[in-house]
């Protein structure tokens, strides 16, 4: 944290009302990479997400009858600053959540890109007027922000999961109370830091850090005065929310687990499809929502995709984040890397194949290799299960007709990726896969202008595009009569 440029940058107290609020207990918080403590953040609990929830409904008259434009500014201003302190915000990134620094300045500047995009959204929250069925009758649509937000985010995306759910709601008119995930509260001060120096109003964005989850949670989901509730997580954690959400009717919105089919026919380039597979299935070490979870390849191609797969995977560099040339970092705990290790294994025994990697990495307590497993069907715990590590099972099939339905087995629905030159199957492939985002030849697919969320147990709603605003608006209608 000493390399910080700017060292008002690295905060240890939750973000409440428009100050720093200090608790009596602490909370450490880790560097994955070398186990070395590096902040101890103020434990804040349920009294401080009561008075978060507080600050943001007293904020709300105040941030809601802004103008969408005044609203704007002071979001373009913040991303400003998002993007000015780079470095720095990925630095803490890194040392808290273990990417590569190269990933960590791309995350930092995609979270930033949700803020700029809203901010411009704001002043196209347009309504609507609908012929009346009556001729002394007018039918007009307006729409105003929900209230009050609150959000429970991961570790695995410290920065971007709360922007892109804040950048919406402020954007909206509705104030916010980010909880981030307790391994990787660093992230979330600094942009609170940012938030202030940009001129947000106290009350409008607030963080509260603490490693209560299960009590900040049940607040944070039945508090009567929270209009909108907002998930990224897990969907075993999700459900539970969704149950707290029932007691207040909240609107809700869940981005949650993943098992991402990558799906190589036989007429693709797959040199190309090599590239995408490396890029969705590596980033992160493997821990994103998005990421591959199974490589299905038509069994005609499977050896030559095999050889080209693993060629690329050597060049993969495992190590600390911090240091130049590392693709790999560690996974966020021992527990993590543990479990991935299990599923290895136990796939191993169902027969799989190891091609390559399978150990954990010299590097560190909390370093796996990349690994390839081959010989895999969708029924081996590898594949059944949502890995959240740098693993590829790679799956053969005959035709279009299985790998569909391969890939639509499973309770998951959020990204698919395929890769075909044949404009007939892009057509049919596309539809017949059910997920919520398909990258067709392209393995990174994610950015603000386009809509993220998923289907089946992936969640529901949408963050980024111009969809994104609806999860934090409500319809108005207004009917006028004697005309
Ligand atoms: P998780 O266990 O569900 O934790 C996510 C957040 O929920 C953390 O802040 C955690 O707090 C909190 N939490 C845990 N138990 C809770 C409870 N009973 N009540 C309230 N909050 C609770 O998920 P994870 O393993 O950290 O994250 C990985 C999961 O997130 C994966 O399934 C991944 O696919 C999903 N994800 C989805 C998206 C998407 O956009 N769809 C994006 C990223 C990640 P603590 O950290 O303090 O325990």
Redesign the pocket.
């Known amino acids: 944290m000493d390399k910080l440029s700017d060292q008002q940058l690295f905060k240890q107290f939750s973000y409440i009302n428009g100050s720093w609020h200090s608790s009596e207990t602490q909370l450490e918080v880790t560097n994955p990479a070398t186990g070395e403590c590096i902040a101890r953040v103020s434990n804040s609990g349920i009294t401080e997400t009561n008075m978060a929830i507080k600050a943001a409904k007293n904020a709300f008259k105040m941030w809601s009858e802004k103008s969408a434009n005044e609203r704007a500014k002071l979001m373009r201003n913040w991303f400003d600053l998002l993007m000015q302190h780079q470095d720095d915000l990925a630095r803490i990134l890194t040392l808290e959540q273990g990417k590569p620094l190269n990933e960590a300045k791309g995350e930092i500047a995609y979270g930033a890109a949700f803020i700029e995009w809203f901010s411009e959204e704001a002043k196209r929250v347009y309504g609507d007027t609908i012929p009346a069925p009556a001729n002394d009758k007018r039918i007009v649509v307006i729409k105003q922000p929900v209230g009050v937000v609150a959000s ?6 410290p920065n971007a ?1 709360i922007a ?1 759910k804040a950048g919406a709601a402020l954007a909206a008119g509705c104030t916010f109370v980010a ?6 509260p660093l992230s979330a001060l600094a942009m609170a830091e940012l938030a202030e120096r940009a001129g947000i109003p106290a009350g409008v964005f607030n963080v509260v850090v ?5 009590g ?3 607040v ?2 039945e508090h009567p005065d929270v209009a909108k509730f907002t ?8 459900k ?2 969704i149950g ?1 959400c029932a007691s207040t009717v909240k609107k809700v919105s ?5 098992n991402a089919p990558f799906i190589v026919f036989d007429d693709a380039d797959i040199d190309a499809a090599v590239t995408g597979a490396i890029a969705s299935k590596y980033r992160n070490a493997g ?5 591959t979870n199974r490589i299905l390849v038509q069994q005609n191609v499977v050896t030559e995709f095999t050889e080209k797969y693993t060629q690329a995977v050597t060049k993969l560099n495992v190590g600390d984040g911090t240091i130049e040339g590392i693709s790999i970092g560690p996974m ?1 705990s021992k527990k ?1 890397a543990k479990q991935v290790d299990k599923l290895v294994d136990e796939s191993i025994k169902a027969g799989a194949k190891l091609v390559y990697g399978g150990k954990f990495d010299s590097a560190g307590d909390n370093f796996y290799q990349p690994t390839i497993l081959t010989h895999v069907n969708n029924d081996m715990p590898i594949a059944s299960n ?1 890995i ?1 590590g740098p693993v590829s099972p790679i799956i053969s099939f005959a035709d279009e007709h299985q790998a569909i339905q391969l890939a639509n087995d499973t309770e998951y629905g ?1 990204a698919a990726y395929f890769y075909s030159r044949d404009i007939g199957r892009i057509w049919r492939v596309s539809e017949g896969l059910e997920y919520g985002m398909i990258g067709v030849n392209e393995g990174l697919i994610s950015n603000a202008a386009a809509p ?3 289907v089946k147990q ?2 529901n709603g949408r ?1 980024g595009s111009k969809y994104g605003l609806d999860d934090y608006l409500e319809i108005k209608y207004l009917c006028m009569g004697g005309i």
């Not at 869940?254 to 993943?258: I, N, R, T």
Request: net charge negative; glycine share 16%.
């Open positions: 429970i985010t991961p570790w695995n995306f999961m892109r909880r981030p995930a307790s391994e990787t603490g490693d209560d989850a299960k900040m949670g049940k944070l989901s998930f990224t997580g897990s969907t075993a954690v999700g539970i929310l707290q869940m981005e949650l687990g993943g821990q994103t929502c998005v990421c966020i993590a949502e959240f959020l993220f969320g998923g992936s969640g963050e």
